[in-house]
């Protein structure tokens, strides 16, 4: 049997795109490789055609003691070769880490869950006290509307869970009094949009007077990222400053009005961390795709764009629309302001509990301490949809110690991403002790 290594370079080699688009992913590549590294078939679905989402429960020995899933995606954001160092699906080995597309985000955890649920899925461990559920998802780069939500709504009965280990997991933080491990608990909102603008086309030779749907455009996007993105200090952000690890801006960092200060003072040294900051503590607009125009000399009656929107706790759908109506003044009544996919506040699961505690003692086991905190990220994961269903998720996975948290940040959908070798096997030996701790604490009651 391979291992988790190497079971992360085939998944990494197999080229899981995911464009967005309905005839992208090809998950079932990966279906397949998972169903040859168990050698067991397991149970899959799919709504769309090769795009297969595998499913494996070990039934455990107390109908009545809570389940366990382990979940990992297997699709993987597009990767433009030109600025990587490296091929992004060759799944080289270099410099002590596997670099690749989906490296971090997040075939390592998928490989590396998919290691430890084999050693009960021959019979190497005893079954716990209740099912333990592996997962290997599809789309969930995507939105989850052809892997999570899809399996969610329509086999609840396949994948249902009373608790969920998934992504991600991120770099230990140090503090004055020691190391904490954040263990993602929050996970903002998406609410992406789209932006419609309409023109009159025309001969691009004389422009003057003309409506140009593309000049429109440009001119809200522009309005939307320079108009101040709404500040909201949430608790799940003061639980994470008061760990300690921001020193002497904690109380600027917890303040609506000193904020966007502070993130100025930390951007002269790291950028990336300020960027952090910013995310998790401002509702954010980011343009990322601008579709307009047919030809060079023909004036463009229609423009789009896409927005992705992400809302912090206590963010509402209206706090979305109200922001845009101010931020493009004017200009929003030549705007149509759509939704891009399904709306989704923030949602999140209690940091208390028995697989609050399991994690603990895997910490403990791994790392030699139980200290960690909630934390909250800035993306999006496919733990929405279970725990729109009660089921409380956690995102997990350690690190090598000297990985700073802006620069793990920086390798998601980003230019070489890479995982340590380290990484991995720190990964692993944390998802076998917690699993092992969550069914001795479910057998103690």
Request: aromatic residues 8%; negative net charge; contains cysteine.
């Amino acid at each position: 049997m391979p291992d988790s290594v190497e079971l992360l370079q085939a998944l990494i080699r197999n080229e899981c795109v995911n464009d967005g688009t309905v005839g992208s992913g090809f998950e079932s590549r990966s279906v397949e490789t998972l169903q040859e590294f168990f050698n067991n078939p397991g149970e899959v679905r799919e709504k769309q055609r090769g795009r297969g989402s595998l499913v494996y429960r070990i039934p455990g020995t107390d109908p009545a003691a809570p389940s366990l899933m382990l979940m990992g995606h297997t699709d993987v954001v597009p990767a433009n070769p030109d600025g990587w160092d490296v091929n992004p699906f060759a799944a080289e080995i270099r410099e002590g880490c596997v670099w690749g597309r989906g490296a971090v985000d997040m075939l390592n955890l998928t490989a590396t869950m998919a290691t430890v649920f084999s050693q009960y899925l021959n019979g190497s461990i005893p079954p716990l006290p209740g099912d333990l559920v592996y997962l290997a998802v599809a789309d969930e780069e995507g939105g989850g509307r052809y892997g999570a939500q899809f399996l969610v709504d329509e086999y609840w009965d396949l994948v249902a869970c009373d608790y969920l280990m998934t992504e991600i997991g991120q770099p230990r933080v140090m503090t004055p009094t020691g190391p904490y491990y954040p263990i993602t608990t929050t996970e903002k909102g998406p609410m992406w949009r789209k932006l419609h603008s309409q023109g009159v086309p025309g001969h691009g030779s004389q422009p003057y007077g003309r409506e140009n749907a593309v000049i429109d455009m440009a001119a809200a996007i522009t309005r939307l990222v320079q108009s101040p993105a709404p500040v909201r200090i949430s608790d799940e952000w003061r639980a994470i400053v008061e760990t300690g690890a921001f020193g002497e801006l904690s109380e600027m960092l917890v303040s609506e009005d000193l904020v966007d200060e502070a993130i100025e003072i930390l951007a002269a040294t790291d950028v990336g961390l300020a960027r952090w900051v910013h995310a998790l503590t401002h509702m954010t607009f980011s343009p990322n795709i601008v579709h307009g125009g047919v030809k060079s000399n023909v004036i463009p009656d229609s423009t789009e764009a896409d927005v992705d929107v992400r809302v912090l706790p206590g963010h509402e759908v209206d706090d979305v629309d109200d922001h845009f109506r101010k931020a493009l003044g004017d200009l929003y009544d030549r705007i149509e302001v759509v939704p891009a996919m399904d709306d989704y506040v923030a949602n999140s699961s209690p940091s208390s509990g028995l697989l609050w505690e399991a994690i603990g003692d895997g910490l403990q086991a791994v790392e030699g301490t139980r200290d960690r905190f909630p934390m909250m990220v800035t993306g999006t994961t496919d733990s929405r949809f279970f725990r729109q269903r009660g089921t409380v998720a956690y995102g997990v996975g350690l690190y090598e110690h000297t990985l700073k948290p802006s620069d793990f940040a920086a390798m998601f959908h980003g230019n070489n991403e890479r995982v340590s070798l380290e990484s991995i096997d720190r990964t692993e030996r944390l998802l076998f002790e917690t699993v092992a701790a969550f069914g001795r604490r479910s057998a103690a009651g």
